[in-house]
């Protein structure tokens, strides 16, 4: 016997089954830490910004000008894979960065790499007593011991 609407009546199977479904399709997104890395396609370039796909349902953002060259041109295109460091979010938006900047911000953005756990490049400069000193981004000194550089010293240094 069919309802009064017409419509025929699914059975408890059939709507567990779609409950199922529609379960699956709710999938948390992922939870990043700063300092966590990612390698991520790269969707879309704007002038200002990169984006990258996160997998999921997720995107992240990561400033243009910190991947143009010396003439300004980017050195991605949309479909390459790019490494990068969470740094935030913010609602919605997560903001991810592939290095340290120079410049007034430098000192923000290491304190804010130290606090994260970013990776930071450098370039040793020259042996100091107990160590080296490195030139990091934006031309700010830094000092690592010996002991951190995974080097074996020569004898009679």
Avoid: N
């Avoid at 390698?39 to 992240?60: C, H, M, N």
């Avoid at 969470?86 to 007034?104: D, H, I, Q, W, Y």
């Amino acid at each position: 016997m069919e309802p009064e609407d017409g419509k025929p009546q699914r059975t408890t199977e059939e709507d567990e089954s779609f409950a199922e479904l529609l379960d699956k399709t709710f999938v948390a997104p992922a939870r990043y830490e700063p300092g966590q890395m990612v390698s991520a396609q790269v969707i879309k370039v704007t002038p200002d910004w990169v984006f990258l796909d996160l997998g999921r349902k997720g995107e992240g953002v990561v400033p243009a000008k910190e991947l143009a060259d010396e003439t300004g041109g980017l050195r991605v295109r949309e479909g390459d894979t790019l490494p990068a460091y969470f740094v935030s979010a913010e609602g919605s938006e997560m903001l991810f960065t592939t290095r340290v900047a120079g410049g007034a911000a430098g000192a923000a953005q290491l304190e804010e790499a130290w606090r994260s756990s970013i990776p930071v490049d450098g370039l040793v400069v020259k042996e100091i007593k107990g160590g080296y000193e490195v030139r990091l981004a934006g031309g700010a000194r830094a000092f690592c011991p010996h002991s951190q550089m995974g080097l074996s010293r020569a004898e009679g240094q």
